[in-house]
């Protein structure tokens, strides 16, 4: 049923990244994924790569639902590699046909790129698989606070940017109630060119853009009704407070950090 | 002989081909005869709206055919396209559908996309507002400009026009006041009589079912647990109750009187019909 | 004498609307004074757009008077500061329950006003768990609220109410988009809220059986108070109740139609009536 749907890809669980500081979660994944751009050697990247799949583990989802954040990237993994090995020449050459050239070197970096371009992926989703978008707007506004000083909003984003997640649900069961309504008044929304097909959405996207006005009015009333002005003044019931675990995984953080550095010092750079 | 709409094993189910897979509606068999208004009851998730939207093909079924008079709709995509035309739905809050500049044109969006003649469409047009009762000098106008009780009038003037030989209402009484009620009871009530089309209304209110259908269908979890006449369902009462659905308050005055002793028939569904009864009771009594 | 909370004073509001370059004002509501004491439970019946929901809304200062006054508790909310402090004793549930849940989560919504207040976080999750309690929807806690019915998401939304601790609680036609179920489950919320919990309660409705639940019964119609007494007393005027687009129970109209009493609520009070007088054809 569409009401089903999920915004996000959070898989819930109980296990130790789940219960990580959303914001330590944040800032560890950002440093990771900078960390992976300093690797030089398959040796620190392969430091990172382990990483990423302890770090799977660690949450307990499943390596299925992990994979499958790697499917839409198959594409660019291909592309990347074919443009590795043909571009990049040097060391031994495995293969040479008419101007076509397989090299050491090419072939090595290809594989370096793709190692990259799969830790990047996995350790990012692991994000978004143990934290909820709105665990993660609330992460990201007490992260950005101190921007206020730069008379930045930052409340303001993060609220807007809850409530987006709150009605989108809401707005696509209006589009398929719409849907209906006008496919039951004989409105032909499959079949035509892309003009005909443009103008076949005005009878869907004026209803819902009508619908969206009315509910943006009505939850500003509630809202007010609630006493909501703004960021100044409120708390929060939902404290994030920093634990053993958290200082763990900082700690944790910076040692591989060092590790990398050291590998790269002491192994060949392959990029 | 075909029925104007008939089901053979329908069924539809929930996220298909996935663990939560769950039917919406199961095994369902259904006859509506030409000229019937039909009442389907059920409680919010029971079925019902899943039945109907598979009566114009907005739904394709996971198993089973919908004939509408004789032919499975879904045979070829023209059938398919017909169908839409033959069966008009009308949904729960019809008035969040109209988008046109005016009401004379929304009302005129299901015969443009029947590919009639202007001079018909304008008739067809005008029929129908008259039908819904939609005001003349509002059919220049901007339909987001009219209340609430008028947009709904616009918006089911908006498939009447089509003037389909079925009529499906789902929930058309939802958000009305009393006034607002009784006018569209007899709004559709009229309808039929006038036109003679087919109509079903989806309601979970059994009394505004009471007053209009002749026949009951009821749904109840994702297939057809009752059908009749309003008499032989109504008086159901405990199976209807255990259903989750409230029989008319009048009934359970009825039904608690005959606890009580009184010799009073248990189907009774509209308050003129108890009223007749009890005032023969009375007298009666008052004569001894 | 009981303990005043909101009253309407002379209260008259009008809609101003551009209409060709001219403004053109459309009276809601027309010198309008209502009391409601502390503690009462009071049901305010009109036919759609009588000016009811604009009596609502003027209750918590979402609306200006254009004349006459509204005092809460004494104050008077011409300022935001005062329409604040308002807002923190008359709290308000509306019609639709998709267009007033803030939060993705059932409990971070009930904690959205608690949290506006400025409460202490450890304090915040007591009231909310409480209020959750009370509406029964605790176990829901952890939901997504577009995952609900609408009866359950009512109850959120009264929950994020009580969570703020009003003393006042403003329904506006609260089950008018819910099915029989969810009516039944948010009637029995009110009705334990006003009567365990002693919230003032003031319930917009046009469905004469939930309006029979009240202890006081004020009918609106053309934006003026038309009625207010006792159910009883309002439902023995059948035909003038009908005057204003309004109906009655069944059972009120049967026992009106036998012309054997006035003012019947319910269906128990019918049916011993009509037994009572049947006796002899026992």
């Not at chain 1, 206020?148 to 809850?162: P, R, Y």
């Not at chain 1, 708390?235 to 995984?249: P, S």
């Not at chain 3, 009908?242 to 049916?271: M, N, Y």
Request: charged letters at 25%; aromatic letters at 6%; hydrophobic letters at 45%.
């Amino acid at each position: 049923m569409i009401r089903d749907i999920t915004i996000g890809q959070y898989y819930p669980g109980k296990s130790v990244l789940h219960s990580l500081d959303p914001r330590v979660k944040l800032i560890v994944t950002f440093w990771l994924i900078v960390v992976i751009f300093l690797c030089k050697s398959f040796f620190s990247l392969g430091l990172i790569a382990l990483t990423a799949v302890a770090a799977a583990a660690l949450s307990r989802v499943p390596a299925k639902m992990i994979l499958k954040s790697l499917k839409p990237i198959v594409i660019i993994l291909i592309f990347t590699a074919i443009l590795n090995i043909f571009y990049t020449q040097g060391g031994e050459t495995y293969f040479s046909w008419w101007k076509i050239e397989i090299t050491e070197k090419g072939v090595n970096t290809a594989i370096f790129t793709m190692i990259r371009i799969v830790s990047l992926v996995v350790i990012s989703s692991l994000l978004t698989y143990t934290t909820t978008p709105t665990m993660l707007t609330d992460a990201l506004e007490r992260i950005l606070s101190p921007l206020k000083v730069f008379k930045i909003k930052v409340h303001t984003l993060a609220m807007m940017m809850t409530l987006a997640l709150r009605f989108i649900p809401t707005l696509i069961e209006e589009i398929d109630r719409i849907m209906n309504a006008q496919k039951a008044r004989g409105a032909d929304l499959e079949t035509g060119g892309l003009v005909e097909r443009a103008k076949a959405l005005v009878p869907i996207f004026i209803p819902l853009m009508v619908s969206a006005f009315r509910r943006a009015y009505e939850l500003a009333f509630a809202m007010t009704c609630r006493c909501y002005t703004g960021g100044e003044g409120r708390t929060r019931m939902k404290q994030m407070k920093i634990a053993l675990r958290d200082i763990i995984a900082i700690i944790f953080c910076a040692a591989i950090t060092a590790g990398v550095i050291v590998l790269n010092h002491f192994f060949d750079a392959v990029i | 002989m075909s029925y104007t709409i008939e089901t053979i094993g329908l069924t539809h189910y929930y996220s298909k081909g996935t663990v939560q897979q769950v039917a919406a509606i199961n095994d369902v068999n259904l006859k509506i005869e030409k000229g019937e208004l039909v009442g389907i009851i059920g409680h919010t998730g029971s079925g019902k709206s899943t039945l109907i939207s598979h009566f114009n093909g907005l739904l394709k079924p996971d198993s089973g055919k919908v004939l509408v008079d004789g032919v499975d709709i879904w045979k070829d995509k023209e059938t398919l396209k017909k169908s839409r035309f033959k069966v008009g739905l009308c949904f729960q809050y019809p008035e969040y559908q109209l988008f046109e500049e005016t009401v004379y044109k929304d009302i005129a969006f299901g015969p443009k996309n029947m590919k009639l003649s202007e001079a018909e469409i304008k008739e067809r047009v005008m029929r129908a507002a008259a039908f819904t009762g939609v005001k003349a000098e509002h059919l220049g106008k901007s339909p987001f400009d009219l209340s609430g009780g008028e947009k709904r009038r616009v918006a089911i003037a908006g498939v009447m026009s089509m003037e389909p030989e079925v009529l499906i209402f789902d929930e058309p009484a939802a958000g009305l006041d009393p006034r607002g009620r009784n006018a569209l009871i007899n709004l559709i009530k009229d309808y039929r009589k006038q036109t003679g089309s087919t109509v079903i209304i989806v309601s979970h209110s059994m009394e505004d079912i009471a007053e209009m259908a002749d026949r009951v269908i009821v749904m109840n979890n994702s297939s057809v647990a009752m059908q009749g006449s309003v008499d032989e369902v109504y008086s159901r009462g405990d199976e209807l109750r255990a259903m989750g659905l409230n029989v008319p308050e009048i009934t359970e005055i009825f039904a608690k009187l005959r606890a009580k002793g009184l010799d009073v028939p248990q189907n009774v569904y509209t308050v003129e019909q108890g009223a007749a009864i009890l005032r023969k009771l009375l007298e009666r009594g008052s004569a001894k | 004498m009981s303990e005043k909370i909101i009253e309407f004073e002379n209260v008259t509001f009008a809609y101003e609307t551009e209409e060709e370059d001219a403004p053109v004002q459309f009276p809601a509501l027309t010198d309008v004074s209502l009391t409601i004491n502390k503690g009462e439970f009071v049901a305010v019946l009109g036919h759609n757009g009588s000016g009811k929901s604009t009596l609502a809304k003027l209750c918590n200062a979402i609306l200006e008077p254009t004349k006459g006054k509204v005092t809460v508790k004494g104050i008077v909310p011409d300022t935001e500061e005062k329409a604040d402090e308002v807002r923190r004793i008359v709290g308000m549930v509306f019609q639709n329950p998709d267009n007033q849940i803030v939060a993705t989560i059932v409990e971070d919504d009930v904690a959205f006003g608690p949290e506006n207040l400025g409460i202490e976080p450890a304090q915040i999750r007591k009231r909310v768990d409480d209020a959750l309690k009370s509406v029964n929807m605790y176990e829901f806690r952890h939901r997504e609220p577009h995952k609900l019915s609408g009866g359950q998401k009512q109850r959120v939304a009264i929950a994020g109410v009580i969570a703020m601790q009003t003393e006042c609680i403003v329904l506006d036609e609260p089950t008018a988009m819910l099915d029989p179920k969810g009516r039944e489950e948010v009637m029995q919320t009110v009705k334990r809220l006003n009567k365990e919990m002693g919230i003032t309660v003031v319930l917009v409705t046009h469905f004469m059986d939930e309006a029979v639940q009240a202890d006081r019964v004020v009918v609106v119609d053309g934006g003026r108070i038309v009625m207010n007494g006792k159910p009883r007393e309002i439902f023995s005027n059948v035909e003038k109740l009908r005057s204003f687009g309004l109906d009655v129970p069944q059972s009120t109209e049967l026992c009106h139609v036998l012309g054997i009493k006035e003012g019947v609520l319910d269906v128990d009070e019918c049916v011993d009536e009509i037994a009572r007088l049947a006796g002899g054809a026992l």
